[in-house]
């Protein structure tokens, strides 16, 4: 057992661990999944508040689930109208008061930005599982072990980031994170409406001197690609139902459109789907998107005991 030097630390976007922090995140997350006691009871007697005040499957349960294996408990609420958020209380006044309970935070929000604010008044590490269309960088964690565990390595590929770009905080996050590894290549497939924001353009690829491109057909261009991470076309990110329903199905993967796909190509999807990936493709080998949704729970034990200490 050793220490990751994340003792005490928050979790807002996915620069704040270096890429050494994060390397050994995803080896203590490997030996979890090698050995399912391992770490069994290292958290016993510590409390965990997931606060989600948009809905969630994967990223609250995972959470719980990992702080369960780990020996902890948890508290929180999954809907904020069960909160006195409901009653008009402030985020800043219902951190403070979750601090005095847990030993850490995990909190989805619809506000961007909501995160940084929670840490801000928090006496215990905050995790963000999400804040509107800003970061997701646990979702990240779990991406990069995802690749890294089947690519061999995170570095020398082109990855293709296919659906809503622009309001898809997975892509944003995975994108940032990306751009801090050797090598890599972005494909941006989206219509023009759901392109990526010109921050993560100009603020990060450009700068990182990043090569990508843009283009709206998945078909010319899946079979240059190494990787293929999906996107859902998020209803509740749209100010009206009209531009939705016009460009919800813009993208569905099926296996006709995987004919000139790699033989080794990655398919990934934060999930959850809703028509984006035809589910003729879940039995495909290249379909890694389930394998992914349970190394998130893994990815997330190992975080977990580490920001809380208990490898120290
Ligand atoms: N990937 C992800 O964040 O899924 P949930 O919305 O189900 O948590």
Not at 50 to 77: H, I
Not at 102 to 120: C, F, H, Q
Not at 150 to 176: E, M, N, P, Y
Not at 209 to 234: F, H, N, P, S
């Amino acid at each position: 057992m050793y220490a990751t030097r994340l003792s005490g630390r928050h979790l807002i976007e996915p620069g704040d661990f270096t890429l050494d922090e994060m390397d050994r995140l995803f080896t203590l997350a490997e030996e979890i999944e090698d050995d399912p006691v391992y770490l069994r009871e290292s958290c016993r007697g510590k409390l965990l508040a997931t606060l989600f005040f948009e809905p969630s499957t994967r990223t609250r349960l995972s959470f719980e689930a990992a702080m369960l294996r780990l020996g902890g408990n948890c508290l929180g609420f999954a809907e904020p109208s069960s909160s006195s958020a409901a009653k008009g209380e402030s985020l800043a006044d219902t951190i403070r008061t979750v601090a005095c309970y847990t030993d850490a935070i995990v909190m989805r929000n619809p506000k961007e930005g909501a995160a940084l604010l929670a840490s801000r008044y928090a006496q215990v590490p905050v995790i963000n599982a999400g804040d509107g269309g800003h970061h997701h960088p646990t979702q990240t964690l779990t991406d990069l072990m995802t690749i890294r565990q089947i690519w061999g390595a995170i570095g020398d590929f082109t990855v293709g980031f296919c659906g809503d770009l622009k309001f898809g905080r997975t892509v944003h996050s995975l994108a940032k994170a990306l751009s801090r590894y050797p090598h890599i290549r972005m494909v941006f497939i989206s219509p023009p409406e759901l392109r990526v924001p010109a921050y993560i353009k100009t603020g990060i690829l450009d700068k990182e001197a990043i090569e990508y491109q843009e283009v709206d057909c998945l078909e010319k261009v899946i079979g240059d690609l190494d990787v293929l991470y999906m996107t859902r076309v998020q209803r509740e990110r749209f100010f009206n139902e009209e531009d939705y329903i016009r460009l919800k199905d813009s993208y569905i993967l099926n296996m006709e459109k995987m004919k000139p796909a790699r033989k080794t190509l990655i398919i990934l999807h934060p999930l959850p789907r809703v028509n984006e990936i035809a589910p003729e493709v879940d039995i495909d080998s290249r379909a890694s998107y389930f394998k992914q949704a349970q190394y998130g729970m893994y990815i997330r034990m190992a975080l977990l005991a580490s920001i809380l200490g208990v490898l120290d």
